[in-house]
């Protein structure tokens, strides 16, 4: 792939991209029981979409990655591509994806793709850099691509498993930048962003996360409780992946928080979103 062409691909985030048009995925199916038309518009839509909207991220807090040792090789701060390249690169994703996102569930589900991008890069990223609690309104961006999902399949906004599938996604984010607040912590404060050394100590900020994951734990057994999966047995996996996580950080807040404790809890939590994801999809294609 070409040095720009590689540059213009970063600047996305595909892999984060690909994880949210999953999500949207995960809940399209979890309707359908199936490949129906329309999962491929919304999959590549939310993509697109999704693409655009880290585009405008990077545009927007270039000057920080600049400053951090985490983020300086990104695309803009080290100078492979231009500002106006990646307005470019943001405008055609942007417009692919509001293609494909009204191809897949119509008006709605394109005006709930814009009031992503209308949270996370006018509310959430303004915010976070005033305050750590930008988290929260930034944890609804995790909410809405399963809800887009949902009803471009035809279900109803409102209907109990898509409120706890979407609650799932919301909880489950805030101890997600939660972990990389604290891995980053150091590199925040140079910056000149909110850290949480801040306002929090090591016990305090350990207690704060393993709230905010046994909360995350719950959401998952709720799913379990209210019908969701089909199979039981998915249901108890699902309760067992909430005990193990409840454990693991239990045992993280009464011990030393270190770079490999809090990468290791990173690693866990994203592997239960996926875990989860990966059941909804089985049971939603399998047992009928």
């Known amino acids: 792939m070409p040095y720009s062409a590689r540059a213009c691909w970063q600047l996305g985030k595909p892999a984060i991209s690909a994880a949210v048009s999953l999500s949207a995925l995960t809940a399209f199916l979890m309707y359908t029981k199936g490949f129906t038309p329309g999962w491929l518009s919304l999959l590549l839509g939310i993509f697109f979409l999704s693409f655009s909207s880290s585009g405008i991220n990077q545009i927007q807090e270039r000057k920080y990655d600049s400053k951090m040792p985490r983020t300086s090789g990104r695309p803009l701060p080290s100078g492979q591509i231009s500002v106006k390249q990646a307005w470019l690169v943001v405008v055609i994703n942007g417009l692919a994806g509001s293609l494909l996102l009204w191809l897949a569930g119509g008006k709605a589900a394109m005006l709930l793709g814009w009031l992503n991008i209308l949270l996370y890069n006018g509310i959430y990223t303004p915010l976070k850099t005033r305050t750590l609690f930008a988290m929260v309104p930034g944890s609804a961006v995790g909410a809405i691509p399963p809800l ?20 799932f996604f919301f909880v489950g984010q805030i101890p997600h930048t939660w972990l990389i607040l604290i891995r980053y912590d150091l590199e925040y404060r140079q910056a000149g962003l909110p850290s949480l050394s801040r306002y929090f100590n090591q016990k305090q900020t350990s207690k704060l996360t393993f709230i905010w994951a046994t909360a995350t734990s719950l959401c998952i057994i709720m ?44 690693v866990l939590l994203n592997g239960v979103y996926l875990c989860v994801m990966l059941m909804i999809i089985i049971d939603s294609l399998l047992i009928q």
């Open 148 to 167: 887009i999902g949902w009803i471009s399949a035809g279900g109803h906004p409102f209907h109990v498993h898509i409120v706890l599938l979407a609650m």
């Open 223 to 266: 799913l379990g409780a209210f019908g969701l999966f089909s199979f039981q047995g998915f249901a108890a996996a699902g309760m067992g992946l909430a005990f193990m996580m409840v454990f693991w950080f239990a045992g993280q807040m009464f011990g030393r928080q270190t770079s490999t404790r809090t990468r290791s809890s990173f």
